[in-house]
């Protein structure tokens, strides 16, 4: 990519004076300030590359601003940057090299992980041989950056297609021109998905997450300008395995999706499962999840309701389950949410808790950030003492490694997944 002169950059930066209380959030290695620590941004253009000052005029480095987002400030250096898209480039390289070390056994993984991987706004996903990509930032949404992210993505993984999911929403709160989905290169938007096999991915091998055979592992059926987030939750692909290994029985999987669980407890070689039901409230996820179950030569059970009235349902018939999968969508969407929440989590463990055999296992996992690692432990302590159960928590686990948490950056740190043995 042609460099711009150095020269005309550094002049045609322009600046931002932090409060001292913004200065205070970027020492505790916070890469946001809100605009209301933000005391001085004289004309700066939406999606500027800007220099942050303190009070005094000390430099601190450098962030992409936002002109409407109250996030008004995404640190993105703390020296001088000049050349952006040249900077977004090296960044995808580096998180292309740290999933190398870190992820195997599947051809589906989380690319970049924005403020994660220091590329605040930026999510890129890979599905086999198709990329999705989504821009939540006034910066990455500039056009030569645009072009420096497909460039890097096509250069390093080479792939059939990149496909770009676009947030609505989220393009209304940055102020940026609606856009739709779509293709953004190549031709293939749509392609099959293998996670948790072994000998993947150029023959690296993870002992942890795989039992002695070797396989092509899950198989789904992922199709970019479909479905919900980037089309599949990648997050939990470590814990579909992980829940793999304690499941036994007969299984439910309360809010499937697309199978996710409840096909690694059928399917995957450490599942012991003798049946498995799905429930879910979407029709067009169970489509896919019955696809899913057909690609990999099984048929299961999907059944279309509220889980909440399904749960209740079956508990006051007596039903009993040996494992039972717990994974609503977020119910705290904001910190004020937070009791609501809790008592929506609580009222679906209970319920789980008294349907399980003993010796059953629950996997319980919880997607909303603002319910914290320890609020979500205590609402399960709190469910078993009013089940009268006993619960022993065999695994406790978040997403996985390609999605990593930066310490310091609470916001990266968002599922909570709960495995645990109940007893009566
Ligand atoms: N476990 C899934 C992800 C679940 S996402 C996986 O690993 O792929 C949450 C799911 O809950 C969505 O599929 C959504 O359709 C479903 N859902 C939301 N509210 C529901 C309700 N009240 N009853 C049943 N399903 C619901």
Redesign the pocket.
């Known amino acids: 990519m042609p460099k711009k002169p150095a020269v005309s950059a550094k002049h045609a930066e322009p600046s931002v004076k932090l409060s001292s209380r913004g200065v205070a959030r970027l020492q505790g290695r916070h890469p946001w300030v809100y605009r209301s620590d933000v005391a001085e941004a004289k004309d700066v253009p939406p999606g500027s590359v800007v220099r942050v000052l303190d009070p005094r005029g000390k430099f601190l480095g450098t962030a992409l601003y936002s002109s409407s987002s109250q996030i008004a400030i995404r640190m993105i250096s703390h020296g001088s940057v000049a050349d952006l898209p040249a900077l977004v480039a090296e960044r995808i390289r580096a998180a292309i090299a740290y999933r190398k070390e870190l992820v195997s056994n599947t051809d589906a993984y989380r690319i970049v992980f924005s403020e994660a991987d220091f590329l605040p706004g930026l999510i890129v996903d890979r599905y086999s041989d198709v990329l999705s990509m989504q821009i939540l930032t006034q910066a990455m949404d500039a056009a030569p950056v645009r072009e420096a992210i497909l460039q890097t993505l096509r250069e390093e993984l080479q792939p059939a297609g990149i496909v770009e999911r676009v947030d609505a929403r989220i393009r209304e709160l940055e102020q940026l021109p609606p856009l739709q989905s779509g293709l953004r290169w190549g031709e293939k938007s749509s392609t099959v998905i293998s996670m948790n096999g072994e000998k993947m991915n150029g023959g690296h091998t993870n002992s942890e997450e795989t039992s002695g055979n070797e396989t092509s592992g899950v198989r789904f059926h992922y199709d970019g300008l479909e479905g919900?987030k980037t089309g599949?939750?990648l997050d939990?692909r470590e814990n579909?395995a992980a829940a793999a290994r304690y499941a036994h029985g007969e299984a439910l999987?309360?809010?499937?999706?697309?199978?996710?669980?409840a096909l690694h407890v059928a399917l995957h070689p450490a599942a012991k499962c003798s049946s498995v039901t799905g429930?879910?409230?979407?029709r067009p996820?169970l489509e896919m999840a019955e696809k899913n179950a057909t690609l990999n030569g099984r048929e299961l059970e999907w059944i279309e309701?509220?889980?909440?009235d399904l749960l209740r349902e079956y508990s006051a018939a007596n039903r009993r389950y040996d494992t039972i999968?717990l994974?609503?969508?977020a119910f705290a969407k904001t910190k004020r949410d937070l009791e609501k929440a809790l008592g929506g989590y609580k009222e679906l463990n209970l319920r789980a808790m008294k349907m399980l055999r003993s010796g059953g296992i629950l996997v319980t996992?919880s997607?909303s950030f603002h319910v914290g690692a320890q609020d979500f432990l205590e609402m399960v302590a709190d469910a078993a003492r009013d089940a009268h159960k006993s619960l022993r928590v065999v695994e406790n686990r978040g997403a996985a490694k390609d999605h990593p948490i930066l310490l310091n950056v609470p916001e990266t740190s968002y599922l909570q997944c709960l495995i645990l043995s109940v007893s009566n």
């Open positions: 919900q599949a939750f939990q579909y999987d309360a809010f499937c999706y697309q199978g996710g669980f429930i879910d409230s979407s996820a309701a509220n889980a909440f999968v994974d609503p969508p996992c997607c």
